[in-house]
C-alpha cells in the first residue's frame, strides 16, 4: 500500500478520499497559527484576504454582526466561500496574490483597501499595489509559527499546502527522494529549492491536491 505524509491534518472527508483508493496515510500540522488582537479601522469597506485564516481573523476581532457593508478580494475559492458563509459579498476571487493584485491595480485604482496578513505575507500583492499607487492599509492578524518534526522512514509522496509548510517540514526531513505534490505556483516554487519530482493541484484546494495523488498512484501501480 501507498503510504503519503500530509503536513496538514485532514478532515474526515478527506481522509475518506484517500482510504477508499487504497492509499495509506499519515498527518501531522507543520504549522500553527496564533491570532492576534487589533482594532479594525471603520472607515473601509473594500478588504482584501489573501488566506482563510486573515478571514478568521477579521470574524473573531469584529464587533458588527452584519457585514453588507464591505465588499471583499480575496485568494482561493475556500476564502471566498467561508466569506459568503459569513454574509461578506465578494467582488473578485483569484487564485493566487499576484493575480488578486493585477485585478485591483486595472480595475478599482480609486478605492482604498483594508489588507489582512499574517506574518509570513509574501511581497506580491503589496508590491503591485504600491507600483500602481493603490492605496492600502495591512492590517497583521495573525502568526504562522513553524513546528517542525522530524519522520525516521520514507513515504511514497509528501504534501503541501503553503510554502511555510515546506519551510516547516525541511528543517527537519529530506525531501529530495520524496515525491512533493503541491497546492498552487508558490508552495511549488519553494519545494523546487528541495524537492525532485512536483506535481501541482489544478485547483487551489486540498481535495484537489488529494484528488492528484490519487491519480498518479492509479496509473503507478
Request: glycine share 4%.
Amino acid at each position: 500500500m501507498k503510504t503519503v505524509l500530509s503536513t496538514k491534518i485532514l478532515t474526515p472527508s478527506q481522509k475518506e478520499l484517500l482510504l477508499n483508493s487504497d492509499i495509506g496515510f499519515v498527518e501531522y500540522n507543520a504549522l500553527e497559527f496564533e491570532f492576534l488582537d487589533f482594532e479594525i479601522p471603520t472607515d473601509y469597506s473594500n478588504l482584501i484576504f489573501t488566506s482563510k485564516n486573515s478571514v478568521k481573523a477579521f470574524l473573531s476581532n469584529s464587533n458588527e454582526s452584519n457585514f453588507s457593508k464591505y465588499k471583499a478580494y480575496c485568494v482561493g475559492d475556500k476564502t471566498k466561500f467561508f466569506l459568503e458563509e459569513n454574509g461578506v459579498k465578494v467582488i473578485k476571487t483569484a487564485k493566487n496574490a499576484a493575480e488578486l493584485g493585477e485585478f485591483i491595480a486595472e480595475n478599482c485604482r480609486k478605492d482604498d483597501f483594508l489588507f489582512f496578513t499574517g506574518n509570513l505575507r509574501r511581497d506580491e500583492l503589496p508590491a503591485l499595489l504600491e507600483k500602481n499607487n493603490v492605496r492600502y492599509k495591512e492590517l497583521r492578524t495573525y502568526k504562522t509559527h513553524l513546528k517542525p518534526k522530524k519522520f525516521n522512514r520514507t513515504f511514497d509522496a509528501v504534501l503541501f499546502f503553503s510554502p511555510s509548510g515546506v519551510h516547516s517540514y525541511s528543517q527537519e526531513n529530506h525531501i529530495e527522494q520524496n515525491l512533493a505534490f503541491c497546492i498552487g505556483a508558490t508552495t511549488s516554487a519553494e519545494a523546487r529549492k528541495h524537492a525532485d519530482q512536483i506535481i501541482i493541484a489544478n485547483k487551489p484546494t486540498v481535495e484537489n491536491v488529494l484528488v492528484q495523488v490519487i491519480k498518479h498512484f492509479k496509473h503507478h501501480d
